[in-house]
């Protein structure tokens, strides 16, 4: 199976930059998604990188990956307090067979 | 429309009761997805459907038995539950295209509570 990992907590100010990072063990999955979870609410896509990319952007997001030691990271920039949430990695394994991350829960500080 | 249609939101049993869970999608999609979350902690797969037809069952005990009537509709059947099955029961579905990129979409869950 797949082992996906990431910090639990993080915090920052409102305006500053989140770097919310993920390590993954399978190097099979082709894709790698970044979710959103709000209090109480199901998860909500927010971006995803192809394997043989090393960077995406997508408005305020950032999506870097290293696919040498298995490493995504998620930069979120101007840091506003809606994006208060859990954030998830995952990867998916045999097609359809998603793994999660355990989720890191940001908090932004007005 | 790229909602996912849990319902119902909330459900309290007891471990006696038979109770289902519903989920619909109009997106087209052919895969749906039934996950358990426990609080603060990521989603676990339990079942997958692809055409219909379900595809993965991840060791989920028999008092949790999925049925999918139709492409749009899942349903989770629940009969003798135990207090520790209380958790944030989460569908899902996707494209299901042979070899092509998948993206999940999620309905809100249903949060469910075994007394």
């Known amino acids: 199976g797949e082992d996906v990992e990431q910090s639990l907590f993080l915090s920052v100010r409102e305006g500053d930059s989140s770097v919310i990072n993920c390590t993954y063990t399978d190097s099979s999955s082709t894709y790698l998604y970044w979710y959103k979870q709000e209090p109480g609410a199901g998860l909500q896509l927010l971006t995803y990188i192809f394997s043989n990319m090393d960077m995406k952007q997508d408005q305020r997001l950032t999506v870097l990956l290293n696919k040498k030691d298995k490493h995504l990271s998620l930069r979120i920039a101007d840091t506003q307090t809606g994006d208060s949430a859990i954030y998830f990695c995952a990867a998916v394994y045999n097609f359809n067979k998603f793994y999660f991350g355990s989720g890191t829960k940001l908090n932004v500080k007005p | 429309d790229t909602e996912v249609t849990q319902t119902p939101k909330h459900l309290v049993m007891g471990m006696t009761n038979k109770k289902s869970l519903k989920c619909e999608q109009h997106m087209g999609h052919r895969a749906m997805y039934w996950y358990k979350q426990k609080a603060k902690k990521p989603p676990e797969l339990m079942f997958v459907?692809?055409?219909?037809?379900?595809?993965i069952n991840e060791s989920v005990p028999s008092r949790f038995s999925p049925e999918c009537p139709n492409s749009s509709l899942l349903n989770l059947h629940l009969h003798a539950l135990q207090p520790e099955d209380s958790a944030l029961y989460l569908c899902?579905?996707?494209?299901?295209?042979?070899?092509?990129?998948?993206?999940?979409?999620f309905g809100s869950g249903t949060q469910l509570s075994v007394l």
């Open positions: 899902a579905s996707s494209q299901d295209r042979a070899g092509g990129h998948e993206k999940l979409f």
């Open positions: 459907y692809s055409y219909e037809k379900l595809s």
